[in-house]
C-alpha cells in the first residue's frame, strides 16, 4: 500500500513540477503582469507607503476584524516561513546558485499574481451569519463566474487538502519536527527508539497550539501574529547581523575586520536605552521617525546583532587552524570550507551562547517602555495604574519579573545543559582516541 501510495505520489509530482508548475507561476504573472502594465513596478512605491504609512497607526478596524498592523503580520506570518526561508535554501541546494535568479523573476511576476488573487478576493467577499468578512477563491469563483464554472470551486477545495500533505501544512510541520530531531540527535539528547514518540508529542502539541488560534477566528489570528511576527523581525536581524558579521571578522580580508570591530564595539560599548532613544527621539525630531514598534525591532536586532557576531567569530575560530588549512590543501573555495568544514564544527560552540544572547533579547525588550513600546512592564504598569487595580505595584511587578523567569530559564537552562553535554562529549571522544592510540602501540 504505501508503494502504491509513493509511486502515485512520484508520478503526481513529476507532473505538476514540470511544465504545467511554469506555465501556472510564469506564464500566469507574466500575463497578468503585462495586462496590468507592469503594476507590480509602477505602483511599488504606492504599495510601500499604504503598507508601511499605515501599518503602524493605532486605529481600529473599521470592519471589526483587523487593525492594518495585525494585517500585515497575518500576511508576513504566512509568506515568511517555508517558501521563502527553508525554500529558497532547498532551491539552491538543488539548482545552484542560478536558482536564485528564478526565484527574483518568479516573485516579481508572483507579485502581480498574489494581487489579481486579493483584488478578487476582496471584491467577491461576503458577510456570513456570524458577521465576519469571508473571501478567497471559493467566493469570487461562486460570485464572479456563471454556474458552469463552479465546478472549479470543488477542485480548489480538493486540491488545497492535497497541498496539506505536500508543500502546505504538513512541510512546515515537518520541518519543525526535522529541526527538533536534528538539534536533539546532535548533542545525543534523543535516542533513536524515541524519535518516533517525540514527533509524535510535537504534532500534538502543535495541532492543538493552530486549534486553539483558529477557534478564535481571525481576531484571535490577527492577535497572535502581532505579537510573534515583530519577535520574528528582530530574530532574522540578529541571526543575520550575527552571522555576516562574525564571517567578515574571521574573513582574513583586513577591510571587512575593521568593519565588523568598528560595528562590534559600537554596539557593545553604548547601552541600549541610548541606542532606542537615538533611533527614536533623534530621528523622530530629524522629521524621520519610523514609529515605536519598528524602532525596537531595528534597535533590538542591531544592538543583540553585534553581540551575536561575536558568539559567530569565536565559534568560528575555536575550530582548529589545521582544518582550514587541510581545506585549502584540497582546494576547497571559502563558500566550501564554511559549509562543509567549519561550520559543522562550530556549529557545537556557538548553540549555547546563542542561547544565552536569545535569553537576553528576551530580557532588553523591557527597555522599550521607555519609548512607549508595548511590552511585559508597559502592560504591568498599565495594569497597576487602572481604575480598579491602581496601587498594587508589588504583586504586579512580581507577576512580570515570573513571568520573564518562567520564560528565560528554560532557555537559559537549556544552554548550560548543552555545554555540559559537549564538554563531557569532547572529553570522552578524547578518552577513545587517547585509548585506540595506546592500543595500537601495544
Known amino acids: 500500500m504505501l508503494s502504491t501510495i509513493e509511486a502515485v505520489n512520484s508520478v503526481v509530482n513529476n507532473f505538476i513540477w514540470g511544465v504545467p508548475a511554469m506555465i501556472c507561476i510564469i506564464g ?6 503585462i495586462r496590468t502594465r507592469f503594476l507590480q513596478i509602477r505602483k511599488f512605491p504606492y504599495a510601500m507607503k499604504v503598507t508601511l504609512g499605515r501599518m503602524m497607526k493605532k486605529k481600529e478596524a473599521s470592519d471589526g476584524a483587523l487593525t492594518p498592523f495585525q494585517a500585515v503580520c497575518t500576511a508576513l506570518a504566512a509568506t515568511v516561513g517555508t517558501g521563502n526561508v527553508a525554500g ?6 538543488i539548482g545552484g546558485p542560478g536558482a536564485v535568479f528564478w526565484m527574483w523573476i518568479s516573485a516579481l511576476l508572483g507579485m502581480c499574481t498574489k494581487f489579481a488573487e486579493v483584488t478578487l478576493a476582496v471584491h467577491f467577499r461576503e458577510t456570513n451569519a456570524q458577521g465576519d468578512l469571508v473571501g478567497g477563491p471559493m467566493y469570487y469563483i461562486k460570485n464572479g463566474l456563471d454556474k458552469k464554472w463552479h465546478f472549479l470551486a470543488y477542485l480548489f ?11 502546505g501544512n504538513a512541510t512546515q510541520v515537518n520541518t519543525i519536527t526535522t529541526a527538533i530531531d536534528s538539534a536533539l540527535s546532535s548533542f545525543n539528547a534523543l535516542p533513536a527508539d524515541a524519535v518516533k514518540l517525540v514527533n509524535l508529542i510535537i504534532g500534538v502539541a502543535l495541532a492543538i497550539i493552530i486549534a486553539l488560534i483558529l477557534i478564535g477566528g481571525i481576531k484571535r489570528i490577527g492577535n497572535v501574529t502581532s505579537k510573534l511576527v515583530p519577535f520574528m523581525a528582530i530574530m532574522y536581524i540578529v541571526l543575520a547581523l550575527g552571522v555576516i558579521f562574525g564571517l567578515m571578522a ?3 580580508k583586513k ?4 568593519i565588523s570591530r568598528v560595528y562590534v564595539e559600537i554596539m557593545q560599548n553604548t547601552p541600549i536605552l541610548l541606542q532606542l532613544c537615538f533611533f527614536y527621539y533623534a530621528l523622530a525630531f530629524s522629521g524621520h521617525s519610523i514609529g515605536i514598534l519598528p524602532t525596537g525591532i531595528v534597535a533590538l536586532g542591531v544592538y543583540t546583532g553585534a553581540y551575536m557576531a561575536e558568539v559567530v567569530r569565536a565559534g568560528i575560530e575555536a575550530v582548529p587552524k589545521g582544518q582550514f588549512e587541510a581545506a585549502v590543501s584540497q582546494g576547497f573555495t571559502y563558500v566550501e570550507r564554511m559549509y562543509y568544514i567549519i561550520l559543522p564544527q562550530s556549529i557545537k560552540i556557538i548553540l549555547p551562547p546563542m542561547v544565552n544572547q536569545i535569553v537576553n533579547l528576551i530580557k532588553n ?16 504598569y498599565s495594569f497597576v495604574t487602572g481604575e480598579n487595580t491602581g496601587g498594587a505595584y508589588a504583586p504586579a511587578y512580581l507577576v512580570s519579573g515570573l ?7 528554560p532557555l537559559s537552562k537549556t544552554a548550560s545543559v548543552w555545554e555540559i553535554h559537549l564538554k563531557k562529549r569532547d572529553q570522552r571522544v578524547t578518552f577513545q582516541r587517547t585509548e585506540g592510540t595506546v592500543t595500537d602501540n601495544e
Not at 88 to 93: D, N
Not at 255 to 258: G, P, T
Not at 365 to 380: K, P, Q
Request: aromatic share 14%.
Open 28 to 33: 500566469v504573472g507574466l500575463y497578468l503582469s
Open 88 to 93: 529558497v535554501a532547498g532551491a539552491i541546494a
Open 157 to 167: 477545495a480538493a486540491f488545497g487538502v492535497l497541498a496539506v500533505f505536500g508543500t
Open 250 to 252: 574571521t574573513s582574513g
Open 255 to 258: 577591510v571587512l575586520q575593521i
Open 365 to 380: 525588550t523591557s527597555c522599550l517602555y521607555i519609548i512607549g513600546g508595548a511590552d511585559l512592564i508597559s502592560l504591568t
Open 403 to 409: 513571568l520573564f523567569f518562567v520564560i528565560c530559564y
